[in-house]
């Protein structure tokens, strides 16, 4: 491992591993707050840092189309987007994953218009979790210049061959700066070689590829693009072990369980406000409360079983995101209370926090607040939003 | 001295091996045509893109596919964005003597793929561009599009009592493309192929962006006879409606020239889209015709001085 830390942004961190990985085709199109990946890639690039075919598309419906092709033809290939971008890509996402296309793409987690605003939450890449993609998260730029590096390897795993979405909270991980271990680029080189594509247009043997199938063969392509997904966990995990051999550093795969074994209480999260969560763990612990955090890696591959597994001992679950399904409750908390159906016996209470929306700050107050409801009783109804700080309502 | 088909495929150059086989097009169908014939131009190192619409559709039916070549449908706005990133991966690989290829329909091209077309060009890609068309939505039924003709009737621009047709004139996209600065852009006509095929070997020599804009009638959507195909894309230049032009690093050229022009009518009547045309919008398609040809001729007068 390289001995210095380097004092980056997560943006930075980013830019720092795509260059590691060595993608032949980036496409780009701006949107704040991912626009500084791509700008410090084109600076490589314009200064003969980094070899690379780099594209500046008109649209991000074009820029994923791009490396669609270029994917087809069997190359590596990176993009970035946001909030509006994303959705703006949101055909060519389900078409990226029904096509199997191992691209990579960090998406800055910002708000969706309207009302418009360029701050982060999480409410972009939620809405689109059913797109096929794998979706990672991050918890800060340390991570994410590691997850980066391993979304290249999950994705063109030959078990898995999807695009990787990883997710980085938009400012508060884009925009922050933290010391950051690069790794060497020869460890890099060992831990992820050039891609190898088990197919490709190919002049020798030329392929239709992004076909269409009707009633009696479209199921089987879903079923193999499901098996890909559930595939995803298990290799995640290899991955992780590999690049904590090679570069030094894991994560445990698509959880991190942080005193869950006997907590109580537990708060499931994501993304960058793990770190504060896990301070205020600590100092619950510290006066003896029996408190503790999930933090999930992967939304997609949803990782059910190693969630049932950590809240084995919890009686009552807060999971805090920064996103609201508007007519229902947090999307993670209904997937966490989907996986925790199956546990025999016994049936922990799930309650979902919305908070963050649109960069507004949570605080560890916030945090001791959430753990205060926790011990509560009254839930007045089932899924009921728990609304996290949310600042004054004008009512009309 | 009359060649037989072998024969005569071979003096085109073309190989005996169909590159575009198998798919299931409606009978007469002018697409089709130009697929065939642009990929006999191109041979076998190509690789194509293909949007949503009629192309794909008749050919990419899993597990049939009727392209013998490197061929992927790309999402319906997405042709030249994908034709973009196939060429920088070519790049990428150091692939040569490599051709990038993609045929989407006017609305394809016109409407919703005008966005990325534009960027590609924009770029100097090196990719050919061939909107085949057939001057509505076909694969979904014969909508109205961008590049549907006054006076057409569709299932979006009926022929009523208040409205007769289509009420646009056909958006230029020839001379879209062209004031892009674009390395090579043509028209070109699947009634007169061997046209139609020097310009696709133009574009194929061509170092930067190529657009081929190929008339490419549709007998179901037009509502003709399907043998009259190769007739109706014939008239249409003939006729004046479809000027034949090329646009050739900042130079503008007519690549067949019409001192009289055809009847508009032999063309207008054995098309069911335009039998509720009246004397009077017969008479604007005339003058549109006519304006449009004096346009282009004052351009290429003011350019010869
Ligand atoms: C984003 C999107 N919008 C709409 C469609 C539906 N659609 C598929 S093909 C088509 C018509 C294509 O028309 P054109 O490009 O002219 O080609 P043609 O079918 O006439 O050959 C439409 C509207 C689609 N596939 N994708
Ligand atoms: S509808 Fe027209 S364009 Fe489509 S396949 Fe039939 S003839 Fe060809
Ligand atoms: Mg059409």
Known sequence: MNKEKEFLSGNEAVAAAVALARPEVIAVYPITPQTTIVEKLAEWVANGKIQTQYLNMESEHSALSAVMGASAMGVRTFTSTSSQGLLYMSECLHYAAGGRFPIVMVNANRAVALPWSIFGDQRDSISQLESGWIQLYAENAQEALDLTLQSFAIAEHPEVMLPVMLNVDGFSLTHTYEPVHVPLAEKVNQFLPPYAPTFRMDLEHPLSLGFSAGPRDNTAFKIKQHRAQLNAEKVLEQVDRKYGEIIGRSYGGAVESYYTEDAERTIVTLGSISGLVRDVVDTLRAAGEKVGLLRLRSLRPFPAARIREALAATSRIGVLEKNVSAGYEGTVATHVRGALQTLQGRQPQVRSFTGGLSGRDISAKDIREIYADLQSDTQSTENEVHWVDPGVIYES | ?305
């Open chain 2, 1 to 305: 001295m009359s060649l037989d088909l072998s024969e005569r495929i071979a003096k085109l150059g073309f190989s005996q091996k169909e590159l575009f086989v198998g798919h299931k097009a409606c009978a007469g169908c002018g697409g089709t045509v130009a697929v065939r014939l642009a990929l006999q131009t191109l041979g076998p190192r190509v690789f194509v893109g293909v949007p949503a619409g009629c192309m794909s559709a008749v050919a990419f039916l899993y597990p049939q596919m009727a392209f013998g070549v490197n061929a992927m449908i790309s999402t319906f706005a997405g042709t030249a964005s994908l034709l973009t990133g196939i060429r920088a991966a070519a790049d990428a690989q150091g692939l040569r003597d490599v051709h990038v290829v993609g045929f989407s329909g006017d609305g394809g091209t016109a409407d919703i793929g005008i966005q990325a077309l534009s960027g590609a060009v924009e770029r100097g890609d090196k990719i050919i561009y061939i909107c085949y068309d057939n001057e509505a939505y076909m694969n979904t039924g014969i909508q109205s599009s961008g590049a549907t003709p006054f006076g057409a009737s569709t299932t979006t621009s009926p022929a009523g009592s208040v409205y007769h047709g289509n009420q646009k004139n056909k958006k230029d996209m020839f001379e879209i493309i062209a004031a892009h600065g674009i390395a090579y852009a043509a028209t070109a006509s699947i009634g007169y192929p061997q046209d139609y095929i020097r310009k696709v070997k133009k574009a194929a020599e061509t170092d930067g962006t190529s657009y081929i804009h190929v008339l490419a009638p549709c007998p179901t959507g037009w509502g003709c006879a399907t043998e009259l195909t190769a007739e109706l894309a014939r008239l249409a230049v003939d006729t004046g409606l479809w000027p034949l032009q090329e646009y050739t690093a900042g130079t503008y050229a007519i690549s067949k020239d019409l001192s009289t022009f055809k009847p508009i009518e032999e063309y207008l009547r054995v098309q069911k889209r335009y039998r509720h045309l009246l004397p009077e919008e017969i008479e604007k398609i005339v003058a549109n015709r006519d304006h449009h040809w004096e346009r282009i001729r004052n351009r290429l007068r003011s350019t010869a001085n």
